[in-house]
């Protein structure tokens, strides 16, 4: 039976009602929630120069970092809410999403089932397959994006006390989670921490985390512009999807208490970086997992971090004057 606990502090992490979104849409705090993320810290770059910070969201949790745990706050407190005993998703061979819900989802005492489709062999896909045999989740190999499909229909219809969370995992009250991120930035920012960033580089595959940022920053009047780094293909992450995956967040938070938007978002994607497709490698996203290497001390990839960490160096480069934030979405714990 899953057990949430609404007290995160005597866990080191940060506690339910020391979320800053809550002082935003105060009737948030009726959602269910579950702790399971620290502050992160935001510091220089390493070898980027005086300009370019990082905030720290591989190290959002020692038991398995990256963007995806913010998110399992909300999702996974609603998960237990509705009774669920299960948590059902699909991703990729290497999938990111899949192992942090084996990791948090299993830690929380929910059973945790995946369905991975095929993707290119490497390294990091092997270490996920074996992390996520680790943390105990029961994964499933079925084939392409087609089969996968199917197959996650089915089992999600004979399904019982099942949650079922799809690929990317950015609903809108899964969104809330990088808003209230945003929110956290710019405490740090006020508190003279770091800089106040003129973009934000992220990397974007279902786009919930560079909507999230873009509307947490309208909402609090920030002036930053988020850069999308596109690695999913253009059908999943385009101008339109983002824009309707704010949409849908931002009417949940008008419906909670919080304030209508007055500016408009800045949020671009950044299309050169995607390659032949997701999960797909190439010689600039090669490079972009080594320097990832060399900036945190972990393996890179080249399906989400490769990607956004060369779009980063161009962009440094192509932006002389800007001070950049790389928002970090890949893991440095729990592999
Ligand atoms: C899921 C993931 C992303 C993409 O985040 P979205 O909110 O789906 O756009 C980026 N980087 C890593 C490491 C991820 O796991």
Same mark, same amino acid.
Do not use: T
């Given at each position: 039976m899953p057990t949430l606990f609404r007290d995160g502090a005597s866990r080191g992490l940060r506690p339910a009602?020391?979320?800053?979104?809550l002082s935003l849409a105060?009737?948030?705090?009726?959602l269910p929630f579950a702790p399971l993320c620290a502050v992160t810290p935001v510091e220089p770059l390493p %070898?980027? %120069?005086?300009r370019v910070w990082v905030k720290?969201?591989?190290?959002? +949790?020692?038991?398995y970092g990256g963007n995806k745990v913010r998110r399992w706050e909300w999702l996974l407190a609603d998960a237990a809410q509705q009774g669920a005993k299960t948590l059902l998703t699909v991703g990729g061979l290497g999938s990111t999403q899949v192992t942090s819900l084996s990791a948090h989802g299993g830690a929380l005492g929910f059973r945790v089932k995946a369905l991975l489709f095929d993707q290119e062999p490497s390294a990091f896909v092997e270490s996920a397959q074996l992390a996520n045999l680790r943390f105990g989740s029961a994964c499933l190999r079925s084939g392409g994006y087609i089969s996968t499909a199917a197959r996650a229909t089915l089992e999600f219809a004979r399904a019982r006390e099942t949650y079922f969370i799809g690929p %990317?995992? +950015?609903t809108a009250l899964a969104n809330l989670s990088y808003v209230d991120a945003l929110l956290e930035l710019k405490q740090q920012v006020d508190l003279g921490l770091a800089p106040k960033p003129d973009s934000i580089v992220v990397a974007c595959g279902s786009g919930g985390t560079a909507v999230g940022l873009a509307l947490g920053s309208a909402l609090a009047d920030l002036e930053v512009e988020v850069i999308a780094v596109r690695i999913t293909e253009p059908f999943a992450s385009n101008q339109l999807t983002l824009r309707a995956l704010a949409y849908r967040t931002e009417r949940l938070i008008e419906r909670h208490g919080g304030p209508r938007r007055r500016r408009p978002l800045r949020l671009t994607v950044e299309?050169?970086?995607l390659g032949a497709g997701y999960g797909r490698r190439s010689p600039l996203a090669e490079a972009g997992a080594k320097r990832f290497e060399e900036c945190f001390g972990v393996p890179g990839e080249w399906t989400y971090i490769g990607k956004a960490l060369a779009a980063l160096s161009l962009l440094a480069k192509e932006r002389p004057r800007e001070t950049l934030l790389f928002w970090n979405t890949l893991s440095t714990t729990g592999r």
């Open positions: 009602d020391q979320r800053p979104l105060p009737r948030l705090e009726r %070898g980027f %120069g005086e720290r969201d591989d190290k959002v +949790s020692p038991i %990317g995992a +950015s299309p050169r970086f």
